[in-house]
Nanobody, 121 residues
Framework: QLQACGGGLVQAGSSLRLSCAASGRTFSRDVMGWFRQAPGKEREFVAAIHWCGVSTDYADSVKGRFTISRDNAKNTMYLYMNSLKPEDTVVYYC????????????????WGQGTQVTVSS
């Protein structure tokens, strides 16, 4: 089970940290990722991190602004979001899968509930 939190209402240019806590099984060997979804649109890849934490991948739209990290000892993944823009306003989801990072949401087997991020201009 994955549980995401940390969303909220912030002004453009602000920062937020999302957390995704895993429970029920050990996720330390999983690839973990963040996706986001706007109403009526397909779930969009944001970032992913390999189980060892060394390999990461980012969508072009967030590269340089967002940082993904994980703490396997705490079974928790983070997304540090800086320089937030109004277009970052969507629901963010965390997910996990085996083996390799992927940008395809259908490749992820486990999902947390979403956390809403709202960025005002």
């Amino acid at each position: 089970q994955l549980q995401a939190c940390g969303g909220g209402l912030v002004q453009a240019g602000s920062s937020l940290r999302l957390s995704c806590a895993a429970s029920g099984r050990t996720f330390s060997r999983d690839v973990m990722g963040w996706f986001r979804q706007a109403p009526g649109k397909e779930r969009e890849f944001v970032a992913a991190i390999h189980w060892c934490g060394v390999s990461t991948d980012y969508a072009d739209s967030v590269k340089g602004r967002f940082t993904i990290s994980r703490d396997n000892a705490k079974n928790t993944m983070y997304l540090y979001m800086n320089s937030l823009k109004p277009e970052d306003t969507v629901v963010y989801y965390c997910a996990s899968r085996y083996y390799t990072t992927s940008r395809t949401y259908a490749d992820y087997a486990y999902w947390g509930q979403g956390t809403q991020v709202t960025v005002s201009s």
